[in-house]
């Protein structure tokens, strides 16, 4: 696990824009495009903004497919839309094929058939791992003030599925569904990259990745929160967390 505190939200962006651009030349080299799951939420803004403007060119978006770690229950062009926000600031700036942007459909009752169709998607696009799961290059992930990741939030169905890599979340602190990625999806990739920013999120990045807890008493404090939880089996795990985020982190010892 690699945790690397930067100086400031513009900072995290900035290192996981670089990380794309490795991520791609990597891909290259085996001849395939870098598949990457973009989070949802208002973290990954920035980082969408660095990508269509400063990385526009560093990037070779001939070579990137485009899935979502998780969609809420609305249209495309909801304000609420995950994939409205990529759309936006990203996907509409950038010379990406559109048959290589994944959009999950989840808006209203169509969201059970398109956690369906997500499943074959992935399926069909990517490469498999041991036990036949589809194996994402890189997966962006942001984490809420609940220790949620994607649509996986504490005590929810989704957490326990170990058979499907999408499904449909019943979600009642919210009072409604998402469609998200599972765990077993999420950790068969070949990297995963956390970008948590900002105070309200120390108290549980200490929880979860505090020197003085792993594998003490209250170690397992952490693994109540399903950000926890995301431990790729042979993949890479960062954490890029700004000072903020960081605040309540103990050193080591
Ligand atoms: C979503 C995200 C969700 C998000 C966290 C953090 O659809 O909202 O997938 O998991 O990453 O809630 O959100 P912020 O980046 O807005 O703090």
């Known amino acids: 696990m690699n945790i ?33 799951a973009l989070s949802g939420g208002s973290t990954p803004r920035r980082l969408f903004r660095i990508l269509a403007d400063v990385f526009r060119g560093r990037v070779d978006w001939e070579r ?69 799961v589809p194996v994402l290059d890189l997966v962006w992930l942001g984490m809420g003030d609940d220790g949620h990741t994607a649509s996986l939030f504490p005590l929810t169905r989704a957490l326990e599925v170990v058979d499907r890599w999408v499904v449909v979340n019943e979600v009642p602190q919210l009072g409604t569904r998402r469609m998200t990625l599972t765990f077993p999806l999420l950790n068969a990739a070949r990297r995963v990259q956390f970008l948590v920013t900002g105070r309200g999120k120390a108290a549980i990045v200490q929880d979860i990745l505090g020197r003085d807890i792993l594998g003490g008493e209250s170690g397992r404090a952490g693994l109540t929160y399903p950000a926890a939880r995301v431990l790729p089996a042979s993949g890479q795990l960062d954490w890029l967390l700004d000072r903020e985020a960081a605040a309540e982190l103990k050193a080591d010892g």
């Open 4 to 36: 690397e505190v930067l100086d400031d939200a513009d900072a995290v962006a900035l290192r996981a824009a670089e990380t794309l651009v490795e991520v791609v030349e990597e891909a290259r080299a085996d001849q395939r495009p870098a598949s990457v």
């Open 64 to 132: 990137v497919r485009i899935f979502f770690g998780d969609e809420r229950n609305v249209a495309a062009d909801h304000e609420d839309s995950n994939y409205r926000t990529a759309r936006e600031l990203l996907l509409s700036k950038v010379p990406i094929r559109e048959d290589r942007i994944h959009r999950m459909e989840a808006a209203g009752e169509e969201i059970d058939r398109g956690a369906a169709s997500y499943e074959e998607a992935l399926r069909r696009f990517l490469p498999r791992a041991n036990g036949d």
